[in-house]
T-cell receptor, first 112, second 115 residues
Framework: DGGITQSPKYLFRKEGQNVTLSCEQN?????MYWYRQDPGQGLRLIYY???????QKGDIAEGYSVSREKKESFPLTVTSAQKNPTAFYLC???????????FGPGTRLTVT | GNSVTQMEGPVTLSEEAFLTINCTYT??????LFWYVQYPGEGLQLLLK???ADDKGSNKGFEATYRKETTSFHLEKGSVQVSDSAVYFC??????????????WGLGTSLAVNP
């Protein structure tokens, strides 16, 4: 079955450590997105990528970094510069010519 | 600029009640409009969409009509079930296919359906 996988489901880190969240899709989608969601809040766009080896900052890119070396993969690194990293992180993708986004199950990151 | 405004929640209904969640938008051009649903602890799922004025999207008993004259895309369901309890997000598309495609999101409306 085609879809988007995010791993792990839950992630715990100590303050000051960088952590990388995985996002993989086998939908052959060209565009991929990372969002952050805080309790009771909407979605905020962190980074997005329309094609391999290219990505753009979203609304809240500070303290985050991404790479897009393969079409299927769009990992997100939460760096120690991110002041409030504890959140639910969602990855999404969009196919060629489309606008609707398809989401992974999310990763809940807790930093203490 | 582009924006989406949803009615604030939480919305609490009894089973079999009629549901309306209001969504209005501001956009340049001719965006596509979407409703997504998020169950607790999960990612978002596309519920329905409409790509042009007067289109009606429908799925699982939910409906929404793209009203350009009122810039609205209200979500409706005739008889809600407990299993419909979730957060509902309205969104519109920006950019062109293949170029700078993004979605602009509403803040979400939480729905709780009591038996």
């Amino acid at each position: 079955d085609g879809g988007i996988t995010q791993s792990p489901k839950y992630l715990f880190r100590k303050e000051g450590q960088n952590v990388t969240l995985s996002c993989e899709q086998n939908l052959n989608h060209d565009a991929m997105y990372w969002y952050r969601q805080d309790p009771g809040q909407g979605l905020r766009l962190i980074y997005y990528s329309q094609i391999v080896n290219d990505f753009q900052k979203g609304d809240i890119a500070e303290g985050y970094s991404v790479s897009r070396e393969k079409k299927e993969s769009f990992p997100l690194t939460v760096t120690s510069a991110q002041k409030n990293p504890t959140a639910f992180y969602l990855c999404a993708s969009t196919g060629q010519g489309g606008h609707e986004q398809y989401f992974g199950p999310g990763t809940r990151l807790t930093v203490t | 600029g582009n924006s989406v405004t949803q009615m604030e929640g939480p919305v609490t209904l009894s089973e079999e009640a009629f549901l309306t969640i209001n969504c209005t938008y501001t956009a340049t051009g001719y965006p596509s409009l979407f409703w997504y649903v998020q169950y607790p602890g999960e990612g978002l799922q596309l519920l329905l969409k409409a790509t042009k004025a007067d289109d009606k999207g429908s799925n699982k008993g939910f409906e929404a009509t793209y009203r350009k004259e009122t810039t609205s895309f209200h979500l409706e369901k005739g008889s809600v079930q407990v299993s419909d309890s979730a957060v509902y997000f309205c969104a519109l598309s920006t950019g062109y296919a293949g170029n700078n495609r993004k979605l602009i999101w509403g803040l979400g409306t939480s729905l709780a359906v009591n038996p």
